[in-house]
């Protein structure tokens, strides 16, 4: 158990680092909607608190909360980048021109991310709440969980490019058909799928 403790402690310690040393990704409106780097924070903080008092402060547990996937109109400044979203779909972006096909994209890509990164906070919650012997795995959850925030981040600096290079909507397409498939664990958004039909079908 100090082990993972210790390794805990590390982690925590190069991740605050990365985060806070790549461009702060802030997420404002007038409705205050979720910040990448306050959900990063708030799970920072509370693993601090874990090692510190080496007990499970279910009170404090960070909250998952959605970035994208919310119901209702709203628009999310990220990194100087207006995105407008309606019903848990972003329609568009308000400094960068694309096309239907790069909108649907970015809105896939982002929208699998987001449901991501909270199911992985929702989880290990899950983990911790069971008691002691499951910390190891909210740790390996925390660890997914910061990874897919990292990928939210990347996403959002490549497509923040677009903006700055001035290109055509035709031009972006193009880039955007390139793309990488994240490094996620495809298996999981599987279950999560699975867990939102059943969800859907139950009511």
Not at 16 to 31: G, R, T, Y
Not at 56 to 74: D, E, V
Not at 88 to 94: D, E, N, R, Y
Request: net charge positive; charged share 20%.
């Amino acid at each position: 158990m100090r082990t993972t403790y210790a390794l805990l402690l590390i982690f925590l310690f190069t991740t605050s680092i990365n985060l806070k040393a790549q461009s702060n990704l802030s997420v404002a409106s007038s409705n205050s909607y979720v910040s990448i780097q306050k959900l990063a924070d708030t799970r920072i903080n509370f693993n601090k608190s874990l090692i510190k008092s080496r007990t499970i402060k279910t009170a404090i547990l960070p909250q998952p909360k959605y970035i994208f996937n919310q119901k209702g109109s709203h628009m999310i400044n990220i990194e100087g980048l207006n995105f407008i979203v309606q019903d848990k779909t972003i329609v568009g972006i308000q400094e960068v021109i694309l096309s239907k096909a790069a909108l649907n994209m970015i809105n896939e890509r982002l929208m699998v991310l987001d449901k991501m990164q909270f199911a992985y906070c929702e989880r290990s919650n899950q983990e911790y709440l069971a008691g002691e012997k499951n910390t190891s795995l909210a740790f390996n959850n925390d660890r997914q969980f910061f990874s897919v925030l990292k990928n939210i981040k990347n996403t959002i600096s490549e497509i923040n490019k677009f903006s700055k290079d001035d290109q055509n909507a035709a031009s972006i397409e193009l880039s955007l058909t390139k793309w990488k498939q994240p490094k996620i664990d495809w298996d999981f958004y599987c279950q999560i799928l699975e867990k939102e039909t059943k969800t859907q079908l139950s009511k």
